[in-house]
């Protein structure tokens, strides 16, 4: 699997964050290497808090999508399936966001590109927590910790 | 005061959460009323997790940028100065998140518009805590805590 975002199905793939077929939005990829979420991120200028300075709002949804991938990727090894081909029989594991927190340690630059590191710290069979840091020109600027589950009924899981 | 963040001083008027000043951003906009801050906000059709579901990502931001707004409103109530006047003397408050909680409850429903309140829980010199809860339709589907801290000397505070 190259991008896990790539692999989510049709119906899944309309997130803000990270969906391919979100026109508007930030398309959040998710590289699973290792046991790890790796993704990268270049902020638009208008993306800020203060000028110079990358918007937390941002830095969160990234944390919260890229996440969410690291999650599905993270449970798929976990049951020993190929994310790819589980989502080619419908059978992906689908997760959203119980809860975010992020701790934003000090300002983000706005220029270099972002990167983010995510790993699961738990994966269950309901939940699957995933740590996360954000760093811009090799500093760690924000730590992410999300609350991964199953999606729920209501929303077609 | 009507508007928290219209009194925000044009150096802190272009963050992409409620930046009067930023063409391309949110606009969160918090009342003070009574010890509590109140905004309304209409998601665009592509804010979405799922066809016809609120992007977490933006409940995240909307929480973000109210509880500051809340945050610096009940700052300068507890210094027992008028906000606005203090913009004015350039002598405001200026804080920006440390720390951001939100618990997704349940899904929340692209459509009606979203409610926040947000309410401090602690104000200190250096530290203001500020709890909310985001609602649609008269239900509460996120609950956010917001540790907002005074901004450091790096980002011009």
Redesign the interface.
């Known amino acids: 699997m190259e991008i896990v975002q790539d692999h989510y199905p049709e119906?899944?793939a309309?997130?803000?964050?990270c969906g391919r077929l979100?026109?508007?939005?930030?398309h959040v990829r998710t590289r699973w290497v290792d046991g790890e979420g790796l993704a990268t991120f270049e902020p638009?200028p208008?993306?800020?808090?203060?000028?110079g300075?990358v918007?937390?709002?941002?830095v969160?949804?990234l944390i919260?999508?890229h996440s969410i991938g690291t999650a599905a990727a993270a449970f798929a090894e976990a049951q020993g399936v190929d994310f790819a081909d589980a989502v080619k029989e419908d059978g992906a594991p689908r997760f959203?966001?119980?809860?975010?927190?992020?701790?934003?340690l000090?300002?983000t630059p706005l220029g270099p590109p972002l990167e983010l590191r995510a790993w699961p710290v738990e994966v269950g069979e309901r939940k699957v927590v995933v740590e996360s840091e954000l760093s811009a020109a090799g500093t760690v600027t924000s730590r992410g910790r999300v609350v991964a589950v199953r999606m729920?009924a209501?929303?077609?899981g």
Do not use: R
Not at 14 to 17: P, R
């Open positions: 119906a899944f309309h997130c803000f964050g979100n026109a508007h939005g930030h638009k208008f993306h800020i808090a203060l000028p300075f918007y937390g709002g941002l969160a949804s919260d999508c959203v966001t119980g809860s975010l927190h992020v701790d934003f000090q300002p729920p209501s929303m077609g």
